[in-house]
């Protein structure tokens, strides 16, 4: 099992272009995240998943949009670029069972990226 | 709205020396979990340790250990015999008993010296 992986791992990006980041996980996970991470600010959630077909707003979604066509892929989308937008992205995926494993979030390796 | 604290934002320890990561969290919720997460350079995040609010036993995973002080909402990490690869960045991280996002601290970046 690759677990979850993101695409692409680097990219760079001028002001104003568009972008699409993908998630995807192959344990079968109901819901899926997206974070953003940045010095000194920790991970913050951006958009979250509970199920294809629906997805909600985290602490920080403006300038994002999301899909979950397929329960195993969730997609980031920058519409615009902005400099602001410069920062490392993590998804994470986690079952919907409450378990005593605490429905773990696995995460991908993440994505730099930097808008110039 | 939950948050999580993490007062230090770098920390150093010898190696084979004992250190602690300090956490607090605010939130008016009876039940909950609460994590450590490690960022190694690579980036990955990998799970340390977890801890039930309703267990009263500190959660233990080897040469890491939790203090977790419910009533004073403190959920500290205890790393003993420090080892290089331990050095990374520590997240201190927070859900609810639903199946609710992680809310995360800013994170401690800690240096092991030999």
């Not at chain 1, 602001?84 to 986690?94: D, G, L, N, R």
């Not at chain 2, 939130?27 to 039930?52: A, C, G, H, N």
């Not at chain 2, 250990?65 to 015999?81: C, G, M, R, Y």
């Amino acid at each position: 099992n690759a677990g979850v992986t993101q695409t692409p791992k680097f990219r760079v990006l001028k002001t104003g272009q568009s972008m699409t980041l993908l998630c995807a996980q192959d344990m079968n996970h109901e819901y899926m995240y997206w974070y953003r991470q940045d010095p000194g600010m920790g991970l913050r959630l951006i958009h979250y998943s509970v199920g294809e077909g629906t997805t909600a707003k985290g602490e920080v979604p403006d300038g994002y949009n999301v899909s979950r066509l397929k329960k195993q892929n969730f997609l980031l989308g920058l519409e615009s670029a902005a400099p602001s937008q410069t920062s490392v992205y993590f998804c994470a995926s986690s079952s919907r069972l409450i378990s005593p494993v605490y429905n773990e979030q696995f995460f991908g390796p993440g994505t730099r990226l930097t808008v110039l | 709205a939950q948050t999580v604290t993490q007062s230090q934002p770098e920390m150093s320890v010898q190696e084979a020396e004992t250190v602690t990561l300090s956490c607090t969290y605010d939130t008016s919720e009876s039940d909950y979990y609460l994590f450590w997460y490690k960022q190694p350079p690579s980036r990955q995040m990998i799970l340390v340790i977890r801890q039930e609010a309703y267990k009263q036993q500190n959660a233990t995973e080897n040469r890491f250990s939790v203090n977790f002080q419910k009533a004073a909402k403190s959920f500290s990490l205890k790393i003993s015999d420090s080892q290089l690869g331990d050095a990374a960045m520590y997240f201190c991280a927070y859900r609810t008993s639903g199946n609710t996002p992680l809310v995360f601290g800013k994170g401690t970046r800690l240096s092991v010296i030999a």
